[in-house]
C-alpha cells in the first residue's frame, strides 16, 4: 500500500513539475497601425469593434473608424489620464487622478447625408434637412 502511495505522490509531483514547466505557443499578427501626430496616453476599442479611442498627450481623444480613418476629435484636457469603453458602444468612461474623477460621457455619431439633387419642400437652404428613405423593399 505505501508502494502505490509513494508512485502516486512521485506521479503527481512529475505532473506538476511537466505542467509548471510547458510552454504555450501564441501565434499572433498585427491588424493595424495608427500613425499619430500626437503621442498617445491611452487607447480604447468600442464594443462592437467600430471606434478606436485614443487618448493624447494634448487631451484630445481622436476618434478612429476601425478602418483606420479618422473621424473626429473630442477635447477633454490634460487632466484626464485613462479612458475606458462601454459598457455600450456610445459610452466613454475618463479617469482623472489629479482631479480624483471618473466622467461618464457618451457619445452620438452624427453622419451627413448628401441631399443635392434630390427633390425637396420648402427653402433649398433651410438649416434642418429631414430625409425620407421610403425607396426600401
Known amino acids: 500500500m505505501k508502494s502505490r502511495f509513494a508512485i502516486f505522490i512521485v506521479t503527481l509531483?512529475?505532473?506538476?513539475?511537466?505542467v509548471a514547466t510547458s510552454t504555450a505557443t501564441v501565434e499572433w499578427d498585427v491588424a493595424g497601425t495608427l500613425n499619430l501626430k500626437e503621442t498617445p496616453r491611452d487607447a480604447a476599442i468600442a464594443l462592437n469593434g467600430k471606434w478606436i479611442f485614443v487618448l493624447t498627450d494634448t487631451g484630445e481623444i481622436l476618434i478612429y473608424s476601425s478602418d483606420g480613418k479618422l473621424e473626429g476629435t473630442i477635447s477633454v484636457g490634460k487632466d484626464v489620464e485613462g479612458i475606458k469603453a462601454g459598457p455600450?458602444?456610445?459610452?466613454?468612461?475618463?479617469?482623472?487622478?489629479k482631479d480624483k474623477q471618473v466622467q461618464i460621457?457618451?457619445?452620438d455619431f452624427i453622419q451627413e447625408i448628401?441631399?443635392?439633387?434630390?427633390?425637396?419642400?420648402?427653402?433649398a437652404d433651410a438649416p434642418v434637412v429631414i430625409a425620407a428613405f421610403n425607396d426600401f423593399q
Open 114 to 123: 448628401n441631399v443635392s439633387g434630390s427633390p425637396f419642400k420648402g427653402k
Open 88 to 97: 455600450r458602444e456610445d459610452i466613454l468612461l475618463l479617469t482623472s487622478g
Open 105 to 107: 460621457i457618451t457619445l
Open 13 to 18: 509531483f512529475l505532473l506538476f513539475f511537466w
